[in-house]
Nanobody, 117 residues
Framework: QAHLAESGGGSVQAGGSLTLSCEAS???????MGWFRQAPGKEREGVAN???????WVRGSLKGRFRISRDYGKKTLYLLMNDLKPEDTAIYSC????????????WGQGIQVTVSG
């Protein structure tokens, strides 16, 4: 069954690091995958994405701190987050689609990241 499952979230002090993982099962591992986040009271926003040829995009304000990568063998998407700030506190979700599809087809449940300090 197609499924995305995030892990690696939690609480961290400002300046710390976390790596989120998104493991895909079934047909959920698409050529195009991405991370999104939604902070309390705010709309969901794109954080980073990666396409089948390896090209990546990271939200401008997060460049230099966040990095997206994937492991095809493990069918897993990663988000490395460094120098975390309180404003990075949000629920982070991964999503996938085939690159010819116009919208993301599969979504994970989301995982909480809380940055204090």
């Amino acid at each position: 069954q197609a499924h995305l499952a995030e892990s690696g979230g939690g609480s961290v002090q400002a300046g710390g690091s976390l790596t989120l993982s998104c493991e895909a099962s079934g047909s959920a591992y698409g050529g195009c995958m991405g991370w999104f986040r939604q902070a309390p009271g705010k709309e969901r926003e794109g954080v980073a994405n990666i396409v089948s040829d390896g090209d990546t995009w990271v939200r401008g304000s997060l460049k230099g701190r966040f990095r997206i990568s994937r492991d095809y063998g493990k069918k897993t998407l990663y988000l490395l987050m460094n120098d975390l700030k309180p404003e990075d506190t949000a629920i982070y979700s991964c999503a996938s689609r085939e690159c010819w599809e116009s919208s993301y087809k599969y979504w994970g449940q989301g995982i909480q990241v809380t940055v204090s300090g």
